[in-house]
Structures are given as structure tokens and as C-alpha cells.
């Protein structure tokens, strides 16, 4: 294939070839977008080379152009992983015979333990889904699925009812890069499935009067995607959290994903298993979660062993 003589031909082919040959998310594809955008732009403005013709002097030069407009390093570690990705695309279609930054090392990730939650805050945050306000029925099936499984997000909100049917023992979960993985309930995410799904069928007679078609979704809504959307499961949290008195600051979808995993590791799950179940491609970042561990039970032991006590 031929070389597109366009910046932008040559970002939208890469794209597209992302979404078709790896099944790359919809989020994934947005950031390189913006990625790719930025860099093609800020060669355009110093009237640079054209992708084909980039150098690796180039490419570290708009890297410290990155760092002198403050950003962070992880924005800048994912911008350069954009530029790998699609030099190493042109390589692979013959656009180039070299990749100008498969050399540079990148600029790391500020390593940050996840924030997470105690058990009583979950406790709490799922006492305040069950009482709160006229949705209380989907609220707590939102949050047990959530605490129950490690789900992400995005992967909770478009949960099709149809993997909800049967009274089931595990849910089917569609993942990144259309990955599917089987995830056990708990009995109170069971029972919670359970309310939500007669009540969920109770509204469908109105649905048919307003001629609406049935939702293929377990959380449907008016919107364009047909489901919840994560922007409003985030402010549904943040009301949880106020309601249910834990700082809102502590409380966002994926520390309940984090919390899902610490608290298993800490009564005695495997890293291999979590692994599985939150559906992490490489034990590696799952690894995380044993720091978090290990600085919790640092705390324990200052706060509450005699000798860590200072003495008068």
C-alpha cells in the first residue's frame, strides 16, 4: 500500500486499522487521535517534515516541547507511545523502512498507589444506594454489581440485560479490546440483580405506550449510546458518597474497582485470580494492589503496636 501524502490520511488509516485488526476501544482510539493531532500539528507549525520523513531528532524535539509546557508525564509517555504505535504501523504497510522512535526511551509514569476505600465506606456507600432517593432498586444493583465484580465503568453501564437473565452465578463482561471475561456475583449482587430486573421489566409496558422499542441494556437511558453514561454514574457516586457520609474526594467508579481488588487480596485471593477478574492483560499492573496492601499494614503497625509508640 502506498504512503498517504497527508498528515491526516496517514492518522485516520492507522485508526482505522486499530479498531479493525486489534479491536482497540473507542476511548484508545479518541487519545491517539488527540495524540497524533498535537504532534502533526506542532510539526506543521514549524513548517517540519512531512510523518513519512520524521527523524528521531524530531520527535525528541517535540517531546521537549511537551515538558516545557508542563505536562505531565504520563501524557507524555502516552504521547510518544502514539508516535511508536504508528511509526511501527507505517513500517509493517511499507510507508517507511525504519520506526524514527522505536529507540527513545520515554519519559515514565509517576508510580501512584490507587486511591481506595475501606470496607465500612463501602458498607456505607451501598447502605445510602439502597435508601436514597426514587432509584434506590437500580442505585444498589449499580453498586453491588460494581463492589461484587471490579467491573470498569464503562463495562457496568452497557451491561446487556440479556447477560442479567436466569438468576445467573457469573456475569459475561465484554472488556477492552472486546475481550470477554466471566466474573462470579455475590449473593447481595444477586439479590440486588434481581429487584432491579422486575423492576426493570415492570417499566417496559411504558416504554411500548410511548412506542418505544424494549432496551437491549440492563441500565437504559434516553441518551444517544441507549445506557447510562459513565459522566452520569460518576455524579450518581459523588451523591452516594455524600449521602452516605465518605469524603466525595475518596469516591469515584474505579475506586470501588480498586477497592473490589484490595479487599480480596487482603482476605487471602491470589494476584493470578484478581488478574482474571478485573481482566488486566499483565500480572504486572494488578501487582500494584500488594503496595497498597503493604502500606496499609504499615499504618496498622505505627498507629496500633506499643513499641511504634513514642515514648514521653
Not at 479493525?20 to 514549524?46: I, K, M, P, S, V
Not at 504520563?74 to 525504519?98: C, H, M, N, P, V
Not at 456505607?124 to 426514587?134: D, E, S, V
Not at 464503562?154 to 456475569?171: C, H, K, Y
Request: glycine share 8%; aromatic share 6%; net charge positive.
Amino acid at each position: 500500500m502506498r504512503a498517504p501524502e497527508q498528515a491526516g490520511q496517514w492518522v485516520s488509516t492507522f485508526l482505522d486499522a486499530q479498531a479493525a485488526e486489534l479491536g482497540a476501544a473507542t476511548n484508545t482510539l479518541l487519545a491517539y487521535g488527540r495524540d497524533l493531532t498535537d504532534f502533526t500539528g506542532w510539526l506543521a507549525h514549524r513548517k517540519g517534515p512531512a510523518l513519512g520523513d520524521v527523524t528521531r531528532e524530531e520527535v525528541e524535539a517535540y517531546l521537549i516541547h511537551c515538558d516545557a509546557q508542563g505536562l505531565a508525564k504520563s501524557t507524555r509517555a502516552r504521547r510518544l507511545s502514539a508516535i511508536k504505535q504508528i511509526y511501527r504501523f507505517a513500517f509493517e504497510e511499507g510507508w517507511r523502512d525504519d520506526n524514527p522512535a522505536i529507540q527513545i526511551t520515554g519519559p515514565g509514569r509517576d508510580k501512584r498507589l490507587p486511591k481506595t476505600l475501606d470496607e465500612a465506606e463501602v458498607d456505607r456507600l451501598l447502605q445510602a444506594a439502597r435508601t436514597m432517593g426514587r432509584d434506590r432498586v437500580r442505585n444498589t444493583c449499580l453498586m453491588e454489581l460494581l463492589y461484587a465484580t471490579g467491573m470498569r465503568v464503562s463495562e457496568l453501564v452497557s451491561l446487556p440485560v440479556a447477560a442479567a437473565r436466569g438468576d445467573p452465578r457469573m456475569l459475561l463482561i465484554r472488556g477492552k479490546g472486546d475481550k470477554e471475561r466471566m466474573v462470579p456475583l455475590s449473593p447481595p449482587a444477586r439479590d440486588a440483580l434481581a429487584a432491579w430486573l422486575v423492576a426493570w421489566d415492570d417499566g417496559q409496558p411504558a416504554r411500548a405506550q410511548k412506542g418505544l422499542p424494549a432496551s437491549r441494556f440492563l441500565f437504559p437511558s434516553r441518551g444517544k449510546s441507549g445506557y447510562l453514561t459513565r459522566h452520569r454514574f460518576y455524579l450518581l457516586i459523588k451523591e452516594l458518597a455524600v449521602a452516605g457520609g465518605v469524603s466525595p474526594a475518596k469516591v469515584t467508579p474505579h475506586t470501588l474497582r480498586h477497592a473490589f481488588a484490595t479487599h480480596l487480596l487482603a482476605n487471602g485471593a491470589d494476584l493470578r485470580s484478581i488478574q482474571t477478574l478485573l481482566g488486566h492483560a499483565d500480572v504486572a499492573t494488578t501487582e500494584i494492589y500488594t503496595h497498597v496492601l503493604d502500606e496499609r499494614l504499615s499504618e496498622l503497625v505505627l498507629e496500633h503496636h506499643p513499641l511504634a509508640q513514642k515514648s514521653d
